[in-house]
């Protein structure tokens, strides 16, 4: 497993203690937490630079715009886009797919169009294109998973048919921790004329990716989730989509003329910023990136493939454990979610915290792939860059503990 523990000194909260126990977050899908290098940059930020920006003539708010658009060119960078100007700062995965929803879908899809999603979305590529759906007439339909939890592809060529205009899909299940099948699914929307857009929530954080290589058409992703601070995010989008794409909200920053009845709009990215953009929460981002970039994304990747496998081979050792996902590691992330006999995972949850241990429990905005599983709700650990190995350990005792305090044997 490559060793990142040494990581582990830059993130101040891991210091502290929960119930009078050493903290092992095991919630990074939901957000992850903080390096010394983000916290110190927005604070940087603030007590330097501070003004509005694109602008102001003078020095502050020249330096404030200068720290906002490098912020946009690493993360720009970081994600393989050559051009920056394809990369709109948002607040987070689900203002990025409500743009593409509202500016792109609503000026695109007619009655009887198709939507395409897949049964492992989270409720936020889920909704915004239902209501899209609603105010066109267009109809959504689904790629199922299947028993492997995985996203199947049997019917993939009647699904995304010559109707479809929008294919919709997540890199990775925050649930399942299963990838989504983004090459082939985009191949397919591709060949109909569609255009695909990736909820990357759970895939930017965690390996190397490359729009440029990618070839889809959108891809959204929540800034919180990789080490920066919350509201912060991005949606970067083939120039000529976002060229095409009509602006969601209107505002000061975010036009190139306003008259009384008319208005034109800012070349992009700008056209989609409307009013006082996040400057410190972009800062930060660009310090996460910076962050993340130093570690390199493969040995993140394989760091959390190794706890993965640990972690999956530790809790299938747990009497009455059992994990929904993917057994195949190279098809899936560091996200487990399982069930512990029949306990409800909002009593494992608070137990374990009482050991320390944080992990997430409920649907995970997930209903329609809950339903799929049969099951309510699960508990969800997930790891990052400074998990370890005892974290693990950690959490399987906890379980046991659990199942005492239950009863189960
Ligand atoms: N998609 C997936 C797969 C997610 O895990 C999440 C966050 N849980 C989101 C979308 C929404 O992200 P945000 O709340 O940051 O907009």
């Keep these: 497993m490559a060793d990142l523990?040494?990581?582990?000194?830059?993130?101040?909260?891991?210091?502290?203690?929960?119930?009078?126990?050493?903290?092992?977050?095991l919630d990074s899908a939901a957000t992850t937490q903080k390096p010394r290098s983000v916290i110190e940059a927005i604070d940087h930020y603030y007590r330097t630079s501070n003004a509005n920006v694109h602008r102001g003539a003078y020095t502050l708010s020249v330096e404030a715009t200068e720290a906002y658009e490098n912020a946009r060119a690493k993360v720009a960078d970081f994600i393989g886009a050559t051009d920056?100007?394809?990369?709109?700062?948002?607040?987070?995965?689900t203002t990025g797919i409500n743009f593409v929803a509202y500016?792109?879908?609503?000026?695109?899809?007619?009655?009887?169009?198709?939507?395409?999603?897949?049964?492992?979305?989270?409720?936020?590529?889920?909704?915004?294109?239902?209501?899209v759906a609603r105010h066109t007439g267009a109809e959504?339909?689904?790629?199922?998973?299947?028993?492997?939890?995985?996203?199947?592809?049997?019917?993939?060529?009647?699904?995304?048919?010559?109707?479809?205009?929008?294919?919709?899909?997540?890199?990775m299940s925050n649930v399942t921790g299963a990838f989504g099948p983004v090459a082939a699914v985009s191949a397919a929307a591709r060949s109909v004329g569609a255009i695909t857009v990736v909820d990357a929530a759970q895939a930017v954080p965690h390996a190397p990716l490359d729009v440029a290589l990618l070839g889809v058409d959108f891809l959204a992703f929540s800034g919180h989730k990789m080490l920066g601070p919350t509201g912060t995010g991005g949606l970067w989008g083939r120039?000529?989509?976002?060229?095409?794409?009509?602006?969601?909200?209107?505002?000061?920053?975010?036009?190139?003329?306003?008259?009384?009845?008319?208005?034109?709009?800012?070349?992009?990215?700008?056209?989609?910023?409307?009013?006082?953009?996040?400057?410190?929460?972009?800062v930060g981002l660009g310090a996460a990136v910076d962050y993340l970039s130093k570690v390199g994304m493969s040995e993140v990747r394989s760091h959390e493939r190794a706890l993965t496998k640990y972690g999956i081979e530790q809790l299938s050792a747990v009497p009455h454990l059992t994990i929904h996902g993917p057994a195949d590691l190279d098809n899936r992330g560091g996200v487990i979610s399982f069930q512990l006999a029949d306990v409800h995972p909002h009593d494992i949850a608070t137990i374990l915290d009482q050991e320390g241990v944080a992990v997430r429990a409920g649907h995970h905005c997930a209903k329609p792939l809950m339903r799929s599983l049969g099951v309510p709700a699960t508990a969800r650990a997930s790891f990052y860059l400074y998990n370890t190995p005892e974290d693990v350990d950690a959490l399987v005792a906890a379980l046991h503990h659990a199942l005492e305090l239950f009863g189960v044997s």
């Design 103 to 131: 500016g792109w879908g609503l000026n695109h899809l007619t009655e009887g169009d198709r939507i395409v999603l897949t049964g492992m979305e989270h409720h936020s590529n889920i909704v915004p294109w239902q209501l």
């Design 140 to 171: 959504l339909a689904y790629l199922p998973i299947n028993e492997d939890y995985e996203v199947s592809l049997d019917d993939l060529d009647t699904v995304v048919n010559s109707r479809t205009k929008i294919v919709a899909l997540s890199g």
């Design 239 to 282: 120039r000529d989509r976002l060229e095409e794409m009509e602006p969601t909200e209107g505002g000061g920053e975010m036009i190139s003329d306003v008259g009384l009845y008319e208005s034109t709009w800012a070349p992009i990215p700008h056209k989609f910023e409307a009013g006082t953009p996040n400057i410190a929460g972009a």
């Design 5 to 25: 523990r040494h990581l582990r000194q830059d993130f101040p909260i891991l210091d502290r203690t929960v119930n009078g126990k050493r903290l092992v977050y």
């Design 84 to 93: 920056s100007d394809e990369l709109v700062f948002t607040r987070g995965t």
